[in-house]
């Protein structure tokens, strides 16, 4: 209770110094509302961002992952060597690993080609053409809304059959059943004999706007050669997370033996998954945050020093207040803690007012652009904890300066 009722007393103090001094309080705490505010807003985004990335960008399905002619690559070096050694993926790549490897489920493949499309008089430019294995829809994320995948029997007959997207069939078929209609791809008539279930946009880009085939049919139409023709992608999914990796180092074994590289080589290929983009996007984004962390702490000083100032100008008003506690038996510590208290108390109430300044205008963003925001409750709690922690050491100096003024000297200072 001795311990408390200053702290009391202090916190109650600062709060109407803050409150009979609006204006000046506010430019008080400004450096500590924006650095609070600009905290909240890069880890809500940072955060936002990460899990949008993992679970739109990055989902390649459950316990799947991909062998491709290219790894992720972020330099022009890599890419022209990439270019010389790896070979593009055939159907006989696909089979081998799906005939040795001991981990995987099923194994299947997808090719991708840009295409324009025609229903009755419409038509739509640049849509994705997917050439991919009947396996295939139980191993990526896509679904059937209506009708059904094509089979085994169309496949190997290479039939004109297709799976649309959502937006494909909301702009050809509106209001019609689009089951057993024909579309044109590329001028090529298809009978559409699926819809795949609506998968919404990725930063504002539509993920609907496709057109899958059988694999077979897309080379017996337009071939497996050419400048857009980069290799099918095998699929590999595995019957459990908990033999991911070990799947990925068995695909890496038979692929190395299959390409007959020395032990010394790089991979003449590549193996990506879920969490290749999600570390290439930390990679990329997390030093954008740093940089943006390292900002908000210069804000953060800022603040602090300005409390500082205004907490040392407070003693110079107060020293006679200062001088008569001490006349009546007030200890240098007692001194000390009352301005180390307002001091922390000023910075905490700078912090919350950023706190909901931030949640605000996260909430605007989220609301008006396709940026995902979220704030986790922890990252709160350690704002206004930093906050805090600014104002008091910042207001350690003041403090102990007060602490040691003479009780006459103080007394007698106009």
């Known amino acids: 209770?001795?311990?408390?009722?200053?702290?009391?007393?202090?916190?109650?103090?600062?709060?109407?110094?803050?409150?009979?001094?609006?204006?000046?309080?506010?430019?008080?705490?400004?450096?500590?509302?924006?650095?609070?505010?600009?905290?909240?807003?890069v880890v809500s985004?940072?955060?936002?961002?990460?899990?949008?990335?993992?679970?739109?960008?990055?989902?390649?399905?459950?316990?799947?992952?991909?062998?491709?002619?290219?790894?992720?690559?972020?330099?022009?070096?890599?890419?022209?060597?990439?270019?010389?050694?790896?070979?593009?993926?055939?159907?006989?790549?696909?089979?081998?690993?799906?005939?040795?490897?001991?981990?995987?489920?099923?194994?299947?493949?997808?090719?991708?080609?840009?295409?324009?499309?025609?229903?009755?008089?419409?038509?739509?430019?640049d849509v994705g053409l997917r050439g991919a294995t009947p396996n295939i829809i139980d191993i990526s994320t896509d679904k059937i809304a209506t009708g059904r995948f094509f089979s085994e029997s169309e496949y190997s007959h290479r039939s004109a059959v297709a799976v649309i997207g959502a937006d494909i069939a909301?702009?050809?078929?509106?209001?019609?059943?689009?089951?057993?209609?024909?579309?044109?791809?590329?001028?090529?008539?298809?009978?559409?004999?699926?819809v795949a279930d609506r998968n919404g946009t990725v930063f504002g880009q539509s993920q609907d706007n496709f057109v899958y085939v059988p694999l077979t049919t897309m080379y017996k139409v337009w071939g497996n050669e050419g400048p857009d023709a980069q290799g099918i992608w095998v699929a590999v999914k595995c019957s459990s997370p908990d033999v991911m990796e070990q799947a990925k180092e068995q695909a890496r074994a038979f692929m190395r033996a299959r390409r007959h590289q020395d032990f010394n080589d790089k991979d003449f290929f590549g193996i990506i998954s879920s969490e290749s983009v999600t570390g290439l996007w930390n990679q990329i984004f997390g030093g954008i945050a740093n940089a943006s962390i390292g900002i908000v702490s210069v804000f953060l000083v800022i603040g602090g020093v300005v409390i500082m100032n205004i907490m040392l100008a407070s003693v110079t008003e107060r020293t006679q207040e200062i001088g008569l506690r001490k006349s009546v038996g007030a200890r240098r510590r007692d001194i000390l803690m009352q301005f180390v208290v307002e001091s922390s108390v000023m910075s905490a109430v700078g912090g919350i007012i950023g706190v909901l300044l931030a949640i605000v205008v996260t909430r605007v963003i989220a609301g008006l652009t396709p940026m995902p925001m979220r704030t986790p409750l922890s990252v709160v709690g350690f704002a206004v904890a930093v906050s805090t922690i600014v104002g008091l050491f910042f207001g350690l100096w003041p403090a102990m300066k007060a602490s040691k003024l003479d009780p006459v000297t103080a007394l007698h200072t106009e």
């Open 45 to 125: 985004a940072v955060n936002g961002l990460n899990t949008y990335v993992a679970e739109r960008l990055a989902n390649f399905g459950a316990n799947a992952f991909y062998v491709t002619r290219y790894p992720i690559i972020t330099n022009a070096k890599d890419f022209l060597e990439a270019r010389r050694h790896n070979k593009k993926l055939t159907f006989d790549d696909m089979e081998y690993l799906a005939e040795h490897m001991t981990l995987a489920e099923q194994v299947g493949a997808q090719d991708w080609r840009t295409k324009d499309v025609r229903g009755g008089n419409q038509s739509i430019d």
């Open 1 to 41: 209770m001795r311990l408390t009722a200053p702290i009391r007393e202090s916190a109650v103090i600062a709060l109407e110094s803050l409150w009979s001094h609006k204006l000046r309080s506010f430019l008080t705490l400004l450096g500590v509302i924006i650095a609070v505010t600009a905290l909240i807003g």
């Open 170 to 194: 909301d702009r050809f078929f509106a209001g019609v059943d689009p089951l057993g209609k024909t579309i044109l791809v590329d001028g090529s008539p298809f009978e559409v004999i699926g």
